[in-house]
């Protein structure tokens, strides 16, 4: 259900067409909640037919024109209700961690080749999340509405330095085992 409620997130954070919707979620919300441009598409769809969003008035009539959508008043009740709704955190569903639980008892060959790769993806994202908090919320950027994005990207930071840090544990705990075998 989480889905269309980022998409409202967007659209009443500025009125856009799809593509221009489908952009902003590779560059903003795609960081923590993914969807493909097709789903983002069908989606903005039932959005319509539910009458939570409708498509803006084009300027000028023009066939193949794109569509622009604004979230009309009940998508944005629809929003506030989903957003004060009480829901239990997910629980973690890491293949990584499944794979490191499986060499306990198949062994580790080839395991710490992967985990300096997922080390090496999770440093560059850091970086990623970093240079975005340097260039997108400097000291002076202090609205409630700047407070609150910024916390989600440091929760983006925040996760990516426990992986980086666990992963680092990790693959110094597979070099005291190997030491320990060798």
């Known amino acids: 259900?989480?889905?269309?409620?980022?998409?409202?997130?967007?659209?009443?954070?500025?009125?856009s067409s799809g593509l221009e919707l489908t952009r902003r979620?590779?560059?903003s919300i795609g960081y923590f909640w993914s969807?493909?441009?097709?789903?983002?598409?069908?989606?903005?769809?039932?959005l319509e037919a539910d009458g939570l969003i409708r498509t803006l008035p084009a300027e000028q009539p023009a066939r193949g024109q794109k569509k622009s959508y604004e979230?009309?008043?009940?998508?944005?009740?629809?929003?506030?209700?989903w957003t004060a709704a009480s829901q239990d955190p997910k629980p973690l569903r890491d293949v990584l961690l499944l794979r490191l639980r499986a060499a306990a008892v198949v062994g580790?060959?080839?395991?710490?080749?992967?985990l300096r790769r997922h080390l090496d993806l999770h440093r560059r994202q850091l970086a990623e999340y970093e240079a975005?908090?340097?260039r997108d919320f400097p000291?002076?950027?202090d609205s409630p509405e700047d407070r609150l994005r910024h916390l989600v990207l440091r929760a983006g930071i925040d996760l990516?330095?426990?992986?980086?840090?666990?992963?680092?544990?990790?693959?110094?705990?597979?070099?005291?085992?190997?030491?320990?075998e060798g």
Do not use: C, N
């Open 25 to 27: 979620f590779d560059r």
């Open 160 to 180: 990516e330095t426990f992986w980086t840090q666990w992963l680092t544990h990790a693959l110094k705990e597979f070099a005291e085992l190997s030491a320990a």
């Open 139 to 141: 000291p002076d950027r």
């Open 35 to 46: 969807a493909t441009h097709q789903q983002i598409y069908r989606e903005l769809g039932r």
């Open 71 to 81: 979230v009309l008043p009940a998508g944005r009740a629809e929003l506030a209700r």
């Open 108 to 114: 580790t060959a080839g395991l710490d080749s992967d």
């Open 132 to 134: 975005i908090e340097r």
């Open 1 to 15: 259900m989480s889905l269309p409620h980022a998409i409202l997130t967007a659209l009443l954070e500025k009125p």
